[in-house]
């Protein structure tokens, strides 16, 4: 039900839109970290600028002073912190990797989360987010998607990370965990907002046991919710969907030399 009702437009995900562009796990990595505690907007609003002044590979990253990223990415907030992750990545990808970080997404699951969770500003969100969008069996779990999926019932509420992805990929089939995400991620911005959700236009209303929506009645989960129709009606999401379509390919060598 979610998904026929919601469209995954992958201009609204800059990962998607920068892994489209050039199937480079590197630069998907760099807009990642730009879109932490920002808007994926600011965010490639932020990757466009530091690819026309500095640009985005590990060799010019790493020998840019901190000050030209930092300028650079300026849209993306937190400018600072971000440019010195950003420099010290690139560093490690040239010297650690020789260039690349594209070996990392062949490595199984779990051994994948394990090397990228040791780069700079990437945490196991980032991580997540990296290899999903490289098709590995993983759920990246961002503030929307932690929302929502409590909201629903499908964690616990006062579940950590690793517990609600746990939750998410133990309720959902593995070629579902792509979709999943940006379904998560589009209802939370455009209808189970943080403060003010808008309860009478959800399409799954009846089914939320959500004790404080805003209806005009307040006459509120009458009935019973299965949270396998739950499940059901959240992973409906269209499989011709170009999204479920596209996983890139990262490149063996994206070094320069």
């Given at each position: 039900?979610?998904?026929?009702?919601?469209?995954?437009?992958?201009?609204d995900f800059?990962?998607?839109?920068?892994?489209?562009?050039?199937?480079?796990?590197?630069?998907?990595?760099?807009?990642?970290?730009?879109?932490?505690?920002?808007?994926?907007?600011?965010?490639?609003?932020?990757?466009?600028?530091?690819?026309?002044?500095?640009?985005?590979?590990?060799?010019?990253?790493?020998?840019?002073?901190?000050?030209?990223?930092?300028?650079?990415?300026?849209?993306?907030?937190?400018?600072?912190?971000?440019?010195?992750?950003?420099?010290?990545?690139?560093?490690?990808?040239?010297?650690?990797?020789?260039?690349?970080?594209?070996?990392?997404?062949?490595?199984?699951?779990?051994?994948?989360?394990?090397?990228?969770?040791?780069?700079?500003?990437?945490?196991?969100?980032?991580?997540?987010?990296?290899?999903?969008?490289?098709?590995?069996?993983?759920?990246?779990?961002?503030?929307?998607?932690?929302?929502?999926?409590?909201?629903?019932?499908?964690?616990?509420?006062?579940?950590?990370?690793?517990?609600?992805?746990?939750?998410?990929?133990?309720?959902?089939?593995?070629?579902?965990?792509?979709?999943?995400?940006?379904?998560?991620?589009?209802?939370g911005r455009?209808?189970?907002?943080?403060?003010?959700?808008?309860?009478?236009?959800?399409?799954?209303?009846?089914?939320?046991?959500?004790?404080?929506?805003?209806?005009?009645?307040?006459?509120?989960?009458?009935?019973?919710?299965?949270?396998?129709?739950?499940?059901?009606?959240?992973?409906?999401?269209?499989?011709?969907?170009?999204?479920?379509?596209?996983?890139p390919k990262?490149?063996?060598?994206?070094?320069?030399?």
């Amino acid at each position: 039900m979610l998904g026929n009702s919601l469209s995954i437009r992958e201009e609204d995900f800059a990962t998607l839109v920068v892994a489209r562009e050039l199937s480079d796990p590197f630069r998907v990595l760099v807009v990642t970290i730009l879109s932490q505690s920002c808007t994926d907007i600011a965010a490639l609003r932020a990757y466009r600028a530091l690819e026309q002044k500095v640009g985005v590979t590990p060799l010019k990253l790493s020998r840019s002073k901190i000050s030209q990223i930092t300028k650079a990415i300026h849209a993306a907030g937190l400018h600072g912190q971000k440019a010195r992750a950003l420099k010290r990545l690139a560093q490690i990808t040239v010297d650690r990797y020789s260039g690349t970080i594209s070996d990392i997404l062949h490595e199984p699951v779990d051994e994948a989360r394990t090397l990228l969770r040791q780069l700079p500003k990437v945490g196991p969100k980032t991580a997540d987010v990296l290899l999903g969008v490289w098709g590995q069996p993983t759920i990246s779990v961002d503030t929307h998607v932690n929302r929502v999926s409590k909201r629903l019932g499908l964690a616990p509420q006062k579940a950590k990370y690793e517990e609600t992805r746990t939750a998410l990929m133990q309720l959902y089939r593995a070629e579902d965990y792509r979709s999943i995400p940006l379904l998560f991620m589009a209802h939370g911005r455009n209808t189970c907002k943080a403060l003010r959700p808008r309860c009478p236009l959800c399409p799954i209303e009846r089914l939320c046991p959500y004790t404080k929506k805003t209806m005009q009645s307040q006459q509120l989960f009458r009935h019973r919710f299965s949270k396998s129709q739950l499940q059901k009606s959240l992973s409906d999401a269209p499989r011709s969907s170009p999204v479920n379509q596209y996983v890139p390919k990262p490149t063996k060598n994206n070094a320069e030399h």
